[in-house]
């Protein structure tokens, strides 16, 4: 999964344990992030004299071959 925020400079923090994100409670987001299991991504972006984006959240659903 990749994420991307249309704030140039923005600094993108995710969790996938369904808490909120947060910069000191989520993880800096610096690559694309390897989804294998059913799972949620939440994630926030956050600029320097800005406030932070609200909370996106991105579920995904494993379904195993036939």
Known sequence: VT???DTTGADI???TDGTT????GGTKYSSA???TATQTIK???VKSGMIPSSV???????TPGA
């Open 3 to 5: 994420l991307t925020s």
């Open 13 to 15: 923090y995710y969790t």
């Open 33 to 35: 992030i390897s989804v």
């Open 21 to 24: 994100p947060t910069i000191s």
């Open 43 to 45: 994630a926030i972006a």
């Open 56 to 62: 996106q959240e991105f579920a995904y659903t494993i």
